[in-house]
């Protein structure tokens, strides 16, 4: 299979593996589809036979996890933006990556425990902001309060 054009690069200090490994079992349409060992020691303090890159998909999304070292960390610069259905599935997802060392934030942003950022965002939100005027406005104000986001509340927001 040949490689994607363009490729996703997450910087993890050394749990790359297992940062995927987590995704794959808690998002759809998400696998590990590679692991690679370093060849020799790197820059960082990585190590000849240690995990150097891991090769998965995130909700399809194709990206490499990169074990470089604690030199770099993550913000809320960029995030994984997750549509999600229902309460249910919005619950699931936002309780895996906060039950697993995450952090809740706010408006529906959340961090897992290697401390990428994830917006777990029910559909119903980002129509009704598609939509704008008074809905966005309504869904809009009702969404700010909230760290993850409570379908009905934007459901009775939307209908004023």
Not at 5 to 32: G, M, R
Not at 116 to 141: E, K
């Amino acid at each position: 299979m040949p490689a994607a054009k363009n490729t996703v690069c997450i910087w993890y200090d050394s749990e790359a593996e297992a940062a995927a490994n987590f995704y794959a079992q808690t998002f759809p349409d998400t696998k590990v589809t590679a692991v690679h060992q370093a060849p020799s020691d790197y820059p960082g303090g990585g190590k000849k036979g240690k995990v150097l890159t891991v090769e998965f998909t995130v909700a399809g999304i194709p990206c490499i996890g990169l074990n470089g070292g604690p030199q770099f960390k993550h913000s809320e610069a960029f995030s994984f933006q997750i549509a999600t259905d229902d309460q249910a599935e919005t619950d699931r997802l936002w309780n895996a990556i906060v039950g697993n060392g995450g952090q809740e934030s706010h408006c529906g942003w959340c961090k897992d425990r290697w401390g990428i950022n994830w917006q777990i965002t029910p559909r119903v939100l980002t129509d009704a902001m598609a939509q704008g005027g008074d809905v966005a406005q309504r869904a809009f104000q009702a969404m700010m309060p909230m760290k993850k986001i409570d379908v009905a509340a934007i459901e009775k927001a939307v209908r004023g």
